[in-house]
């Protein structure tokens, strides 16, 4: 049974820097081809980021681009999002998993980011 870990969200001031962790448990095949989603208060959860083609590239939607980067640590099976100027529209519970083009592991708890002044 995969598990997904999601930590490092917290409240922010707009402009301001987070770091999120996810880290994968249990028998996965790769590391690669997870991503990051988020789900805002009234909103369908969305894809953020994504690790594609074998960890050599990486998709990200163009709300976050020049903001946000995603990485692995393949060796400690951890997919990181650093975030860094933040707007109020980041605001939401970040989770990870795989991309929307793979089946999907059990839904993580999540992590809440909030960007407020």
């Known amino acids: 049974q995969v598990q997904l870990v999601e930590s490092g969200g917290g409240l922010v001031q707009p402009g301001g820097s987070l770091r999120l962790s996810c880290v994968v448990s249990?028998?996965?095949?790769?590391?690669?081809?997870m991503g990051w989603y988020r789900q805002a208060p009234g909103k369908e959860r969305e894809l953020v980021a994504v690790i594609t083609g074998g960890g050599g590239s990486a998709m990200l939607v163009d709300s976050v681009k020049g903001r946000f980067t995603i990485s692995t640590d393949n060796a400690k099976s951890t997919v990181f999002l650093q975030m860094n100027s933040l707007k109020p529209e980041d605001t939401g519970v970040y989770y990870c998993?795989?991309?929307?083009?793979?089946?999907?592991?059990?839904w993580g708890q999540g992590t809440q980011v909030t960007v407020s002044s």
């Open positions: 998993n795989r991309s929307p083009t793979l089946p999907k592991y059990p």
């Open positions: 249990g028998r996965i095949f790769s590391i690669y081809g």
